[in-house]
């Protein structure tokens, strides 16, 4: 006889509402492409790093 896993009410709450909400899944990954999945720019990160001003070892408040 198998088993039933464990699941807590929040995991159980999120898949019903998941599988309610399918349109959920799309604006995750619309916002997850438009925040995260960037292309990077190696000059401007040169650039970015090249203005940093040098952090001193200790500094007292």
Known sequence: ???KLYESDTTEFLKKFL?????VRDKQREAR???W???Q???SNRELDETR???KP???Y
């Open 1 to 3: 006889m198998a088993k």
């Open 19 to 23: 599988q309610d909400n399918p349109q």
């Open 58 to 60: 200790y500094e007292y």
């Open 53 to 55: 001003v040098p952090k």
């Open 41 to 43: 720019d190696e000059d």
């Open 33 to 35: 492409s438009k925040w």
């Open 37 to 39: 999945d960037l292309i």
